[in-house]
């Protein structure tokens, strides 16, 4: 079975300091892996994506992600935050059956 | 890139009563739609997986006959909750895969309060 486990519930970083979100996945395939945003009462919206190409991954606004088969994990980091960067973060695996599984999600705040 | 649309956004109806909810894939032809329901907090959890002109496949604990789901087309699917209680309010969200390459477009979400 699939399942993804994101490490923090919450993070809280200052304006332009790096932002750093854990995730770690369990598989016994190859996975396809995201990272997904979702601002307040919105949908959620595609960060990056992870499907056996490039282990770096980079994606908008910023983000970037590496894959680290070894470590079975996909962090996602930001040089530095913005205040808009502020809003819940979810990682998400699917092992080729379309089914997403998804994190418990780690929510963002930045302080001024 | 490709844009899912979900409607209405936001939608308050009174207990007993039916709320339809509607996803459409607006430039692309999506193969399989995905319903998930996210609670205050929490994260999505995936409710039924539609595909197009076949029956929906409903997740363990979901009820089919309470949460109906039509695929009539490639473009469109919608989730009809059928008499409404103040325990079924909460956020509804789609989602649409043209295929597993292009990943996974999710729609805006819709807020159900149910009075």
């Known amino acids: 079975a699939q399942s993804v486990t994101q490490l923090d519930s919450h993070v809280s970083v200052s304006e332009g300091t790096p932002v750093l979100l854990r995730c770690n996945y369990s598989?016994?395939?190859?996975?396809?892996l995201f990272w997904y945003v979702q601002h307040p009462n919105k949908g959620l919206q595609l960060l990056l994506k992870?499907?056996?190409?490039?282990?770096l991954v980079k994606g908008i606004n910023g983000f970037e992600a590496e894959f680290k088969k070894s470590e079975t994990s996909f962090h996602l980091t930001k040089p530095s935050a913005h205040m808009s960067d502020a809003a819940e973060y979810f990682c998400v695996v699917t092992f080729n059956d379309y089914k997403l599984s998804f994190g418990a999600g780690t929510t963002v705040t930045v302080r001024a | 890139g490709a844009v899912v649309s979900q409607h209405p956004s936001r939608v308050i109806c009174k207990s007993g009563t039916s709320v339809k909810i509607e996803c459409r894939s607006l430039?692309?032809?999506?193969?399989?739609m995905f319903w998930y329901r996210q609670f205050p907090k929490k994260s999505l959890m995936l409710m039924a997986t539609?595909?197009?002109?076949?029956?929906?496949?409903?997740e363990q604990g979901v009820e089919k006959d309470k949460f109906l789901i039509n695929h009539a087309s490639l473009t469109l699917s919608t989730l009809t909750v059928t008499s409404a209680h103040p325990e079924d309010s909460s956020f509804y969200i789609c989602s649409a895969s043209q295929d597993s390459n292009y990943g996974y477009t999710f729609g805006s979400g819709t807020r159900l309060t149910v009075v």
């Open positions: 598989s016994s395939y190859s996975p396809s």
């Open positions: 992870y499907t056996s190409a490039a282990t």
């Open positions: 430039d692309f032809q999506a193969t399989t």
């Open positions: 539609s595909n197009e002109g076949s029956k929906a496949t409903y």
